[in-house]
């Protein structure tokens, strides 16, 4: 069975959220969408979700883009 994907759009409404934040995030390496359609159409699944609400709560801990992209990138 195929994960259902949402579109960037749902994407942000589901975390309540803006497009242009999520955008923000996947140009500073913090977030990558899980397929790109044929159309441009960016595309996220579960996985993304569980990044982005990881990221999301970072940022409520008023931790800065670059402290984030540190704590993901070190092991």
Not at 19 to 40: F, M, S, V, W
Not at 41 to 63: C, N, T, V, W
């Amino acid at each position: 069975m195929a994960e259902k994907l949402l579109t960037i759009s749902a994407f942000a409404k589901l975390f309540k959220t803006t497009q242009y934040t999520i955008r923000h995030y996947e140009d500073k390496g913090l977030l990558l969408p899980a397929k790109i359609a044929e159309n441009g159409y960016r595309q996220y699944g579960m996985a993304e979700a569980y990044q982005l609400s990881f990221i999301l709560f970072l940022r409520a801990l008023d931790l800065s883009v670059a402290e984030i992209k540190l704590i993901l990138t070190t092991d």
